[in-house]
């Protein structure tokens, strides 16, 4: 991703925008976004605090730019998982996605938009809310996803897209949370294998 952020005439950068970024998701999620300090996130990026200020705007602007790198990389398995031909095959891309993602070697555990501000002080509530919306359009993505199964006849017609979606969403969220927690990839591939059992069937 290629940042559009302007570069004053005659002051060029002396850092890579995108390596900084990276650097930036990987503080937010090891750490949280309240947990995740201006010295933390400028030491790990390489980069003065003004520099930080003039590339990304604040903390919080630079919280949603990281966000928005993780989506469209490292999370990036959801959005491929939802052109999967069948409901099925939807389900074991999410979740063995999500696995993957969530115990990836020299990564830090779990999930950036799961555990990236849980639970925050009013002040970071913004933050906290632009995760929940982020989640919450996860789940209306795949309810759409749901509800197209269920027209072409691969779901059951008496099957509830939005509660398949939620109950889907759910288990990802709970294996991100248990890969933070420890959890092996092992251990949480057969969690994916038994909450991919019950899926209906047409």
């Not at 993602?101 to 925050?120: D, E, F, K, N, Q």
Request: glycine share 8%; charged share 20%.
């Amino acid at each position: 991703m290629t940042s559009s952020t302007p570069v004053p005439p005659g002051r060029p950068r002396a850092f890579d925008i995108d390596e900084a970024l990276d650097r930036a998701v990987l503080v937010f999620w090891s750490k949280g976004f309240e947990g995740a300090s201006l010295d933390d996130l400028t030491a790990a990026m390489g980069i003065s605090r003004p520099s930080l200020y003039r590339a990304f705007g604040s903390k919080e602007d630079l919280f949603h730019k990281a966000l928005e790198r993780y989506t469209e990389g490292l999370a990036s398995y959801f959005a491929r998982a939802l052109a999967e031909p069948t409901s099925g095959s939807v389900a074991a891309a999410v979740l063995h996605g999500t696995v993957e993602a969530a115990t990836m070697p020299g990564l830090p555990a779990g999930c950036l938009g799961v555990l990236g501000a849980l639970a925050t002080g009013d002040e970071s509530r913004q933050v906290r809310d632009a995760l929940i919306a982020w989640r919450e359009e996860g789940t209306a993505h795949l309810t759409r996803r749901f509800q197209q199964a269920v027209d072409a006849g691969d779901l059951p017609p008496s099957s509830d897209p939005h509660l398949l979606a939620l109950y889907l969403r759910t288990i990802a969220n709970g294996i991100a949370v248990q890969a933070a927690s420890g959890s092996s990839r092992p251990e949480l591939v057969q969690v994916a294998n038994l909450a991919l059992s019950s899926w209906p069937k047409r």
